[in-house]
C-alpha cells in the first residue's frame, strides 16, 4: 500500500505557520512611521504612499528548498531566475511595475564558479521583468549552510521595489459573483510545494524516481522538470492592466488556490 505523504511529513505544518502569521501584527504599530501618509493594506501585501498619487510596493521573497533540487542537479545558472520571479510576480500583484532589485545569498563559500551562475540566473530574471539589479550582499556561513553538496550549499532571496499610480492599484475590491477569472499559464511546478515534490519524486529524498528518470510523458530528465524556472509575469500583468479592469491578482505560491480567500475580506 502506497504511503499517503503530507505536507507535514515534508517538515511545512501549515497550521503552526498560520498561527505563527498572528505575530505579524505587531508590526502594524510601524506603519505610524510611514512619511508620506497611510499605508494601504491589500490582500496580499501592503503599498505605502511615497508622493501625493505614487505608491510603492516592496516584496522580499526566496526559492525555498528548489535550491536543493539546484544542488541535486548541479545546475546553478537558473535559480536566480526563479529568485527574481518569486519576488516580481508579487509585486505586480498591486498593479505596481518593478523598478528595482536587490539580492542576499548566504552560502557555504562564495566559490567562483557558483556565484557566477548564481549571478547569471539574477541577471536573466531581470532582464525578463526589465528591472535592474541595484544592490546585492554574499555572505560566507558555512556554520549556518550545510546543503546537499559538500560546499555548495546556499540560499537566495530576492527584494524588489514597484511603484504604482493610485488610479491604477489592484485593490482586491468589488469582486461579484460571475466576474471571469483569467488563469496565466506556469511553466511547471515554479518554486513553491518543492518540499513535498522532493519526497514524493526524487530517491535522495526516499521518493520513487532517480534524478535523471524519464516519468512517463516527461520528455526530460524529472530533475531538469522540477528545476524549470518560475516563469515572470511582468510585462503581461502590466500590459493587461493598461487594457481591462483587473480587480484583483493572485500570485498562486503557498498554500496553492487557498489564496483566493485572502479576497473574501476585501469584496
Known sequence: MTKKITYSDTGVNREIRAESKKALKKLHKTYKYSKQ??????????????????????VIEGVGTKVLVAQLAHKYDTIGIDAVAMAVNDVIRSGATPI???DNIHAHSSDPNLVRDWLEGISKGAEKAQCPVISGEIGDVAEIIRGLTAKQGFDMIVSVIGYVNKNNIITGKNIKPEDPIIGLR????????????????????????????????????????VLEP??????????????????????ITGDGYLKFGNLTHFS
Open 37 to 58: 501618509g497611510l499605508v494601504m493594506n491589500l490582500p496580499y501585501g501592503n503599498i505605502f504612499p511615497f508622493q501625493k498619487d505614487l505608491y510603492l510596493d516592496l
Open 100 to 102: 528595482a532589485i536587490a
Open 186 to 225: 506556469s511553466s511547471g511546478l515554479h518554486s513553491n510545494g518543492i518540499s513535498l515534490a522532493r519526497k514524493i519524486l526524487f530517491k535522495q529524498w526516499g521518493g520513487k524516481f532517480d534524478k535523471n528518470n524519464f516519468p512517463q510523458s516527461i520528455k526530460r530528465p524529472i530533475v531538469s522538470e
Open 230 to 251: 518560475t516563469k515572470i509575469y511582468v510585462n503581461q500583468i502590466i500590459e493587461l492592466n493598461k487594457k481591462i479592469n483587473i480587480k484583483a491578482a493572485v500570485h
